[in-house]
């Protein structure tokens, strides 16, 4: 193949077959490699984060995952576990039952 120009042939099934299959190796091999490439510039980033006061961590009361959550302004936090979906932070009773604990939150925000 990388010896210069040679005429077209048309391919057989078993060729197309075999070149497909090799072509979908090729594409899962590179979607693993994008894959880890993200997460690992995923937990560079996070760290940095961290490290900078950007970023907590928050443990999930529900299933133990650790939650990496960004303190950015402007950028919106999920209230949700990444793992199970559930609320990271329960908002404790007083926030449904006491006014003044409602408009608190609210200023500080
Ligand atoms: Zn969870």
Sequence with gaps: MA????????MSAHQLTEGFL??????????????????RLNIIVFQFLKTMGFAEEVVCQHCKVINMRPNVDGIEIDDRCADCGKTLEPLPDEAFSNAEVMDEKVEQE
Excluded: F
């Design 22 to 39: 090799a072509m979908n190796q090729r594409l899962d091999m590179l979607t693993h490699a994008v894959a880890s490439d993200v997460q």
């Design 3 to 10: 010896n210069g120009i040679r005429p077209i042939k048309k």
